[in-house]
């Protein structure tokens, strides 16, 4: 069912295009505020408006006052530059916050993706090292802003903003704030003394698309330049799906040796790297848990409150191997013993 607003987005597409659709269809929105839709053109009109491409087409519908869209065509042109699989732009009307792109296809790797399977993850896996090797080595980052200490700790908070008083409805104690306020630092300075790169910022399976060439690369209009880490671990420690931790040190093992061969900063103790990728993946999933409460809370989607858990584990499991992260674990669980009804 597309609403009002969603069927002026496509009647401008149809304008521009100088077409109609056999079809439109929704296509499942992402945790931001834009929305997607699919038309699918005529036999006899697809060739003359997408000359060499599929006969479908995206509409994007985003709210120029929330998600402009300045940083999503900035961009694309970097990534376009480096050859790296991402929508193309047929047609912009910044104004109403509308873009007709490319179609790459309707099949991510999480719908591909099978923790049985590890051979066939291993290939999608590599085809998804050699496109972030790209970015890393080659994308331009001139005048992108930082991954500072003030956006990582801004990231954090929504934990505690949302998540913790929100959902759990946890007032912290002074003690408490001082605790969480010393681990943040701490967490803080591990991202701080990584060698930066440029950083997608949500490289994950669901924005990977199955395409030719693999992978097509989606919702990168947050890059920044940030810890060479923070893709890699958003790869494999994802929200909607969890690999053994044994697998995923092996395949973030295999992406440094790729990395370093490549001329890219990484350390040369395995060590090292691992502690680094363990007190990153940190700050992103408490991020991820604050910003699941918020789109819950905010935003009226509670379905993504359903996935925190994953990440509940995923730090826990980090905190087993990594002792100066106990305080955390103890922290959670103290306040998840004091949680009260949801808020609204």
């Given at each position: ?25 929704a ?15 005529e ?7 997408a ?25 694309q ?21 509308w ?8 099949t991510?790797?999480?719908d ?8 066939a ?24 802003s ?6 990582l ?5 929504l ?17 408490e ?17 990584q060698?930066?790169?440029f ?10 698309m ?58 040369d ?15 992103r ?7 699941f409460?918020?789109?819950a ?27 100066e992260?106990?305080a955390?674990?103890?922290l ?13």
């Amino acid at each position: 069912m597309i609403d009002e607003a969603g069927q002026r987005a496509c009647d401008w597409a149809f304008d521009v295009l100088g077409c109609q659709a056999s079809r439109v269809e929704a296509i499942g929105s992402d945790a931001s505020r834009r929305r997607y839709f699919r038309l699918f053109l005529e036999p006899d009109q697809a060739g003359t408006v997408a000359d060499g491409l599929s006969s479908t087409l995206i509409v994007m519908d985003a709210p120029p006052e929330q998600e402009p869209l300045g940083p999503f065509i900035d961009i694309q042109e970097r990534l376009t530059q480096i050859g790296l699989h991402v929508p193309a732009i047929l047609h912009v009307e910044q104004t109403q916050g509308w873009m007709v792109l490319s179609d790459l296809g309707s099949t991510s790797y999480l719908d591909r993706l099978d923790p049985k399977n590890v051979d066939a993850a291993d290939d999608l896996f590599e085809d998804a090292h050699q496109a972030l090797l790209m970015m890393q080595s080659r994308a331009s980052t001139e005048g992108l802003s930082a991954y500072d200490a003030s956006r990582l700790l801004a990231e954090m908070s929504l934990f505690t903003d949302w998540f913790l008083t929100h959902h759990w409805g946890v007032e912290p104690t002074d003690e408490e704030w001082d605790q969480w306020d010393l681990i943040c630092a701490g967490v803080i300075r591990w991202a701080l003394d990584q060698p930066k790169v440029f950083c997608h910022r949500d490289f994950m399976p669901r924005n990977l698309m199955v395409s030719q060439p693999n992978p097509g690369v989606l919702d990168f209009q947050d890059a920044v330049i940030g810890p060479v880490t923070y893709d890699p671990i958003s790869l494999y420690m994802d929200a909607f799906i969890s690999w053994p931790r044994s697998y995923v040190d092996q395949c973030l093992e295999r992406y440094r040796q790729q990395a370093k061969a490549q001329g890219i900063d990484v350390p040369d103790q395995v060590d090292l790297w691992r502690r680094m990728c363990d007190f990153m993946s940190i700050q992103r999933h408490l991020k991820v848990i604050g910003i699941f409460a918020r789109i819950a809370y905010r935003d009226g989607k509670p379905r993504y409150l359903t996935d925190v858990g994953r990440f509940f584990d995923y730090i826990t499991e980090t905190a087993q191997r990594n002792p100066e992260l106990q305080a955390l674990t103890d922290l959670i669980q103290v306040w998840e013993s004091r949680q009260v009804a949801p808020q609204s």
